[in-house]
């Protein structure tokens, strides 16, 4: 009988490609690693590992392995959800990775929401991007992911394994403190803030610009979209701002009207064999009530900021 731990420690392996980060996400010690993986090839009884450069690679047994593993894992999602629907009373703890400006609107509202509706839950929330939050999902660190995708560029996933939600299509909009400009590609020789290099949003601002004739010249770069929309209206820089950013407040910034591809979907992520879990299906309410009445609120306050 194969070791559970162990398999998982071997999946790990499979997606963080080094001892040192599976020895990170999984609270060992390498040596601890290193240990586990090869009291499992003594279960085995076939080599698991192979040496290429500074990493190692599955044999194909190994790939074997972690293919049935992701299987029972799957199956242990399932038997949870299905104890979950089995009880009268709604508790437990949802384990969620949201990104920032997700963090600042949808969380909030839906905690509130959750605390009067249904006080057995608890929910625990990371703050992440979603290449870091989408992994997470797959490995198992957090149940419940918010991100975000831009047309044509989107994280690369395990499709099958994951379930997506979307709760808002929102405007992307050009936030210019030049009250001539009205359009991107008048922006070629403006200094821009944007998202850090390889996210999707920096990938996705970037091609617009590249579309529009020029190189935009990125001058700061921050992952916090209130840092972007401050440098914007001080006329430091200018930048894509997403309407979630004026949830409480009124812009200060002229923001031109947005092309019909000049959006950004958020979902909420799980994964499929925990879809239908009574906790999942419930918070997923919650942030749809939040995400109507966020949308609500974001138009009131961009009122006659938009030209």
């Not at 403190?177 to 996210?199: G, I, Q, Y």
């Amino acid at each position: 009988m194969y070791n559970l731990r162990r398999l998982e420690v071997l999946r790990e392996l499979k997606h963080r490609r080094t001892l040192a980060a599976v020895a990170a996400a999984m609270s060992y010690s390498p040596s601890a690693v290193s240990q586990q993986l090869t009291l499992l090839e003594k279960e085995v009884g076939a080599p698991l590992l192979e040496r290429d450069g500074r990493r190692v690679r599955l044999t194909p047994q190994a790939e074997i392995l972690v293919a049935h593993t992701d299987t029972v894992l799957q199956q242990l999602d399932r038997a949870q959800t299905e104890i979950a629907a089995s009880l009268h009373e709604l508790t437990g703890t949802l384990r969620v990775a949201a990104f920032q400006t997700a963090m600042l609107t949808l969380v909030p509202a839906t905690l509130t929401w959750l605390r009067d509706a249904h006080p057995g839950v608890r929910v625990e929330v990371t703050q992440a991007e979603p290449d870091t939050g989408l992994p997470a999902l797959l490995a198992r660190e957090v149940d419940f992911v918010l991100d975000e995708t831009f047309p044509g560029h989107t994280q690369p996933t395990r499709a099958t394994e994951l379930s997506h939600h979307v709760l808002l299509q929102e405007p992307m909009r050009l936030a210019v403190r030049d009250t001539a400009v009205n359009s991107l590609p008048e922006l070629a020789r403006h200094p821009w803030v944007m998202e850090p290099v390889a996210t999707p949003a920096r990938q996705w601002t970037v091609s617009l610009c590249h579309a529009a004739g020029f190189e935009p010249d990125v001058a700061f770069e921050s992952a916090d979209m209130l840092v972007h929309a401050r440098l914007a209206a001080q006329g430091h820089a200018v930048a894509f701002l997403p309407d979630l950013v004026w949830f409480d407040r009124a812009p200060d910034v002229a923001l031109l009207a947005p092309e019909s591809t000049h959006r950004r979907t958020i979902r909420a992520t799980v994964r499929t064999a925990s879809a239908d879990h009574p906790l999942v299906r419930t918070v997923l309410a919650g942030l749809r009530r939040a995400a109507e009445e966020t949308e609500a609120a974001v138009r009131r306050n961009l009122g006659n900021a938009i030209r």
